[in-house]
């Protein structure tokens, strides 16, 4: 069996997005096409999290509902899109099973699906956040500009991620089970329903927090949005996290995505 190119697949499934496009969309019409409320269901989470436990934490806290629910709904938001690309990227191969033993070789469509698939669900929660991050006092418009890259740069990383993710997933299915546990760590772990000055450096969880790669892939996002400092660590961290990770990701799918059909 011939060696694939990560560059070469990713760049035919973008230029061909009929399957993993129109799948994605197919697949979130019929979960919802019987229930009554349909599609509204997908902005339901966002709501209870961003105005029911943000409220809920900003009194906890002793900090006011405006300031505290625009941090809880961006880190929220990046958070949900990131852990639903990991957990679903980890059974993405075994559950295309049939496509793959039918001959389907560019595996990247695969993982297209899975992205776009959580892309529509941040895109449909993003009005809930827009509404709580307008009534923010300390909005910065210019961290709007910078979310125009630090946005993609998320989306960037979230790739190579589930192509690491995906191909560990199909050699070993328990990592499915085991991403649930782990993002039920992260999420505590994360600064989302605290603030990240609560866990300053130097100090033992603060270390911790920096050693999280969630916290910098939201922190770039949430910091300039809210006027809030981003420290230079997580774009130094960011830098070599985006390099190392397209590296890896690239020579584990040259190495390892022809075994995929065995596996699965």
Do not use: C
Not at 25 to 42: A, M
Not at 55 to 79: C, D, I, K, N, S
């Amino acid at each position: 069996m011939r060696q694939r190119s990560l560059w070469r697949d990713f760049a035919d499934s973008v230029r061909r997005p009929e399957f993993w496009a129109y799948s994605s969309w197919l697949g979130i019409v019929t979960k919802y096409r019987r229930s009554r409320l349909g599609l509204l269901w997908l902005v339901m989470p966002a709501v209870l999290y961003v105005w029911g436990i943000g409220y809920f934490f900003a009194r906890l806290q002793g900090v006011t509902p405006a300031e505290f629910m625009p941090h809880m709904g961006l880190g929220y938001l990046m958070f949900r899109l990131l852990s639903m690309v990991i957990n679903e990227a980890s059974s993405v191969l075994p559950s295309h099973q049939s496509f793959i033993l039918d001959g389907h070789q560019r595996l990247t469509d695969f993982f297209l699906r899975v992205v776009a698939k959580a892309l529509f669900y941040f895109i449909v929660a993003s009005p809930v956040v827009a509404i709580a991050l307008l009534r923010a006092p300390q909005l910065e418009l210019a961290g709007g500009l910078f979310a125009l890259v630090s946005v993609p740069l998320v989306l960037v990383n979230v790739m190579w991620i589930a192509v690491i993710i995906a191909l560990v997933g199909a050699r070993f299915p328990d990592i499915h089970e085991l991403m649930g546990s782990v993002f039920i760590f992260g999420f505590i772990l994360t600064p989302i329903l605290w603030y990240a000055s609560r866990a300053p450096m130097g100090t033992v969880h603060g270390t911790f927090m920096r050693l999280n790669p969630l916290y910098h892939l939201i922190e770039v996002v949430r910091a300039p949005l809210l006027g809030e400092p981003l420290e230079h660590f997580t774009l130094y961290y960011l830098a070599v996290f985006t390099v190392a990770g397209w590296m890896l990701a690239a020579l584990a799918y040259k190495r390892y995505a022809r075994y995929v059909p065995i596996w699965v």
